[in-house]
C-alpha cells in the first residue's frame, strides 16, 4: 500500500541547534554533522530568522505521568513558560509543593527551580492554559486495550477540550506514544469540530527517555524527532529545542510516529538476542557476557541493550511490541521477528523460575527470597516487572515469599498484600532456601555475600541480571546460578 495515509512527501531535514541546515539527506553520522555544523556556520544568520522565535514560547503540557511531568519540569528549566495540565488536583499540588509523584532521580530539583523561577505553573483548566499556548503537547496515558492496540480515548478526549479552547494560533503536538495515523485522526478530528485550519498545526515530537534517567534523557537526548505534514509547521518546535546540542530530524508525521515503535521495539528485539544467545551459552558452556562485549565492539551493533537478563518489561517494550505488531497486521504485514522477540522474552522467565523449581524439587513449603521489584533499577514502576511474573509462580505453587525494594515495595503491596516485606536485603534472605536477584539495584550489589551465606538456611542464589560476582557467591560456600550458565 503506497502512501496509505495519505502524507506528503516531504525532504528529510537534518538540523543542528535547531537550525535547519540539510535537506534531502538520508545518512546521519557524525560526518554529516560536521559539514552541517559548517553548513551553519556559514549560513548562520539566514538559518537563525528562519527559526528562532523572538520571545519566551508558552508551552502546555497535558498529563504529569513520567513523560508529560519531565518534558515539562525540563522545558521549564530551558527558559519556556511552561504550563503543566491535569485533571488530577491532588497531583498538582504535590508538584506545586516542589515534590514529584513519580520517583524518578532528579526530578524534585528541576520542579522546585521550575516553580522558583516561575518558569513551571501547573492547572486543572485547559481552556485557560490554552488561551495562551503557543505549543501544546498532549502526553496522557495511552495503556494498551484488550488487543493489544494503544488506547486512545484520552488522547481524544484531549483533543476536542483543546480544540474547543483553539483561539490563537497553537502547534499541537503529539508526546505520548501513539499508533501510526494518529496524527491524521486528529487533524480529522479538528476539520470535524470546525476548528479554523490557519489555527492550528498537529505535529509529532515522539519522547525517548528512560525511566530512571529521564532527566538527563530529557536534557542531553540522543535526537529529537518533528514530525510535521505541513512545511513550516516544525518553525516553533525547532525556535523550542535550540538550546538543544543533539541532532533534530524533521520528517512527516507517520513516519515519526513509526519512529517510536520502531526503535523501541528494535531495542527489545536487541535484548530477546541476547537472551536467545544466553540459552546456548548454558549448553555450550560459553560466556554471554563475553559475546556482547564481542559483539559491542562492532560499532555498527555496539554494546549497549545487550545485557542478558530476565527480559524485558516496563510500560513500554512490551506495549510498543504489540502495538508495532498491530501496526504491521492492519498493513497486512505479518511482523513475525516481534512475536519472535515477544516468545523469548515470555520463555526467559518461565525457563528461569523451571531451573530454580528442579533445583529445590519444588516450590511447596519453601522460603523464597526475592531482591528487587521494580522493572529496572532507579524507578518505582512495576509494570509488566518480571518480579510480578515470579510471584505469580512461586505463590500458585506455595512459596513463602519474603521481598525487597528500595522504592517499588508499596506499588507491589497493593497488588500482593499477604507477601513479606522487609527492610533491608540481608532481612530478606534471613532463613531462605533460595534469593532470587530479579532488579539490579545498585545496593545489592554490596550485600556482603559471606553474611548472607550465614543468614540463609538453603545455599542457592539465583541472579536473574548476572550482576552478582560469582566467585565472590561461590567463595562463601554458595551455589550460583544465572541467565546464560
Ligand atoms: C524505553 C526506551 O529505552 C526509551 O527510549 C523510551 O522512551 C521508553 O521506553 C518509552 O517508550 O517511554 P524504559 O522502558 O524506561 O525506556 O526502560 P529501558 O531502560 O529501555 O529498559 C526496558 C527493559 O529492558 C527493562 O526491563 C530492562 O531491565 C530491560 N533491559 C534493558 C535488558 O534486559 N537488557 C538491556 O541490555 C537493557
Not at 385 to 400: C, D, P, R, V, Y
Not at 451 to 465: E, K, P, S, T
Amino acid at each position: 500500500m503506497a502512501d496509505p495515509f495519505g502524507e506528503k512527501a516531504l525532504d528529510k531535514k537534518i538540523t543542528l541547534d535547531g537550525v535547519p541546515v540539510l535537506n534531502g539527506a538520508g545518512v546521519v553520522d557524525s560526518a554529516v554533522f560536521e559539514t552541517t555544523q559548517q553548513i551553519q556556520r556559514d549560513d548562520e544568520k539566514v538559518a537563525l530568522n528562519r527559526t528562532r522565535i523572538n520571545r519566551t514560547l508558552n508551552v502546555v503540557v497535558i498529563g504529569t505521568g513520567y513523560v508529560g511531568l519531565v518534558t515539562g519540569a525540563i522545558l521549564a528549566d530551558q527558559g519556556s513558560n511552561v504550563t503543566c495540565v491535569d485533571r488530577d488536583p491532588a497531583k498538582l499540588e504535590v508538584i506545586n509543593r516542589g515534590e514529584s509523584p513519580i520517583y524518578e532521580p532528579g526530578l524534585e530539583e528541576v520542579i522546585q527551580s521550575g516553580l522558583k523561577t516561575g518558569h513551571l505553573k501547573t492547572s486543572t483548566s485547559i481552556p485557560e492554559s490554552v488561551a495562551t499556548a503557543d505549543i501544546v503537547f498532549i502526553a496522557v496515558g495511552t495503556p494498551p486495550s484488550a488487543d493489544g492496540t494503544p488506547d486512545l480515548t484520552a488522547v481524544m478526549q484531549v483533543v476536542q477540550e483543546v480544540g474547543r479552547s483553539i483561539k490563537q494560533h497553537i502547534t499541537l503536538v503529539t508526546k505520548s506514544t501513539v499508533p501510526v495515523g494518529t496524527g491524521n485522526l486528529i487533524e480529522e478530528t479538528l476539520v470535524r469540530m470546525g476548528v479554523d485550519p490557519n489555527l492550528y498545526d498537529v505535529v509529532s515530537c515522539p519522547e525517548f527517555l528512560r525511566e530512571g534517567c529521564a532527566v538527563a534523557d530529557t536534557k542531553n537526548p540522543d535526537r529529537i524527532i518533528i514530525g510535521v505534514n505541513d512545511p513550516g509547521a516544525e518553525t516553533k518546535l525547532l525556535s523550542l529545542f535550540s538550546r538543544n546540542r543533539c541532532p533534530i530530524l524533521v520528517i512527516n508525521r507517520t513516519s515519526a510516529e513509526l519512529v517510536k515503535y520502531a526503535s523501541n521495539a528494535f531495542l527489545a528485539v536487541k535484548i530477546s538476542f541476547i537472551n536467545g544467545i544466553s540459552r546456548i551459552c548454558e549448553q555450550s558452556g560459553a560466556n554471554v557476557d563475553d559475546i556482547a562485549a564481542g559483539m559491542g565492539l562492532d560499532h555498527r551493533i555496539s554494546p549497549k541493550f545487550l545485557q542478558a537478563g530476565l527480559g524485558w518489561g516496563g510500560s513500554c517494550f512490551p506495549k510498543d511490541v504489540q502495538g508495532l505488531s498491530k501496526v504491521g497486521e492492519t498493513m497486512g504485514f505479518d511482523f513475525e521477528m516481534l512475536k519472535a522477540a515477544e516468545k523469548i522474552n515470555t520463555d526467559q522467565v518461565l525457563h528461569f523460575v523451571g531451573r530454580i523449581r528442579a533445583e529445590l524439587g519444588s516450590f511447596s513449603g519453601t522460603r523464597v527470597a526475592i531482591l528487587g521489584l521494580a522493572f529496572k533499577p532507579n524507578t518505582d514502576d512495576i509494570r509488566d516487572a518480571k518480579s510480578l511474573e515470579i510471584i505469580k509462580i512461586l505463590k500458585a505453587e506455595g512459596a513463602e515469599i519474603i521481598v525487597h525494594d528500595p522504592v517499588a515495595m508499596d506499588n507491589v503491596k497493593a497488588i500482593h498484600p499477604d507477601l513479606t516485606y522487609t527492610k533491608t536485603g540481608e532481612e530478606t534472605v534471613h532463613d531462605a532456601d533460595v534469593t532470587i536477584l530479579v532488579t539490579e539495584w545498585a545496593e545489592y550489589g554490596r550485600l556482603n555475600m559471606d553474611r548472607v551465606a550465614q543468614l540463609m538456611r538453603g545455599n542457592l542464589i539465583f541472579d536473574g541480571r548476572r550482576f552478582f560476582r560469582p566467585e565472590e557467591v561461590k567463595s562463601a560456600g554458595l551455589k550460583y546460578f544465572t541467565i546464560g550458565s
